[in-house]
């Protein structure tokens, strides 16, 4: 059975025509995908939920709609996530998605990739069982080069460290990598942890 929302249909009633239609599709493969799924409204915006976590959302602006499923990046065979909110990019016009049949199929691997999670347990006061992350090549090269910044870098504790190191190895964009060990190495050479800024408020 399924279950949908009324504040749903307000919120597709509102929206410019051109972005009914897309809301009305996105909405029917959800519910097709993932039957038993349920609607809600979270930060303005339609959401579907899935056992114990949010399956997807999707959202209607002036000029796109956008569609994104929390456990299904890289689902799409092309994934736009750059462009826009969501996967699948600026949506305008229905050809902008999917075939509804490819469209349901990406939303049953969504939640089945929610049904396989499971909640990983937390280590104890005072331990760290996670594996020490590697560090980037851009650092170690520059560590090499200025031995300052490399001891500053290892009497950091390894919560500090793993700060920087997964916040370069976040950047999606090669452009975005090297300003943020641009950065990374500055702060560094300044003796400061990655949340400096936070800590001198």
Not at 55 to 73: D, E, I, P, T, Y
Not at 77 to 93: C, L, N, P, W
Not at 98 to 110: F, G, H, S, T
Request: hydrophobic share 40%.
């Amino acid at each position: 059975m399924v279950t949908t929302d009324s504040r749903i249909d307000a919120y597709i009633e509102r929206a410019a025509p051109f972005a009914r239609p897309i809301l009305e599709q996105l909405r029917s493969a959800v519910h097709t995908g993932c039957p038993g799924c349920t609607e809600t409204i979270k930060w303005g915006m339609p959401f579907f939920l899935h056992g114990d976590g949010i399956l997807g959302h999707m959202a209607a602006f002036k000029q796109h709609c956008a569609f994104g499923l929390w456990k299904g990046r890289g689902a799409a065979e092309r994934d736009r996530s750059d462009d826009a909110m969501g996967q699948f990019g600026r949506i305008v016009t229905l050809a902008d998605l999917p075939p509804k049949r490819e469209l349901v199929q990406i939303v049953r691997q969504a939640a089945a990739l929610i049904d396989a999670s499971t909640p990983t347990p937390r280590a104890p006061k005072g331990e760290n069982t996670r594996a020490p992350p590697e560090v980037p090549a851009e650092l170690l090269a520059a560590f090499k080069r200025d031995a300052a910044i490399r001891r500053t870098f290892a009497e950091f504790s390894p919560t500090h460290r793993r700060e920087y190191i997964e916040w370069i190895d976040e950047a999606k964009r090669a452009e975005t990598r090297a300003r943020r060990v641009a950065h990374a190495l500055e702060w560094l050479a300044e003796g400061k942890t990655r949340y400096w800024k936070h800590l001198a408020r």
